[in-house]
């Protein structure tokens, strides 16, 4: 399986889903214009939004509205597996 998988349909241009396991991918600060939803299936992650920091664990979901500065690092050492649903 692919570290990184993201699953789009032509029928649902609008819609994107992005499955992820892997312990050593961190974002940058970045945005996105569609609204993004995301649940952590393992690990944890420091998400920093809007100036904010949050631990977001295990089971956890998180949302980051479109065009809201946001960024993510997994926790060291652990794994880090999540789901992110952005429409």
């Known amino acids: 399986m692919?570290?990184?998988t993201f699953?789009?349909?032509?029928?649902?241009?609008?819609?994107e889903a992005k499955?992820?396991?892997?312990n050593d991918l961190a974002y940058?600060?970045?945005?996105?214009?569609?609204?993004?939803?995301?649940?952590?299936?393992?690990?944890?992650?420091?998400a920093w939004c809007d100036g904010v920091l949050w631990r977001v664990e295990t089971g956890r979901m998180i949302s980051f509205p479109p065009l809201?500065?946001?960024?993510?690092?997994?926790?060291?050492?652990a794994q880090w597996k999540y789901k992110m649903l952005a429409f």
Not at 7 to 15: K, Q, S, T, V, W
Request: charged letters at 30%; a negative charge; hydrophobic letters at 30%.
């Open 2 to 4: 692919a570290n990184v």
């Open 7 to 15: 699953y789009r349909d032509e029928a649902l241009p609008f819609l």
């Open 19 to 22: 499955r992820c396991h892997k």
């Open 28 to 46: 940058q600060k970045h945005f996105h214009e569609e609204y993004s939803i995301g649940l952590i299936d393992e690990g944890e992650t420091q």
């Open 68 to 77: 809201i500065l946001y960024a993510c690092q997994p926790a060291e050492d």
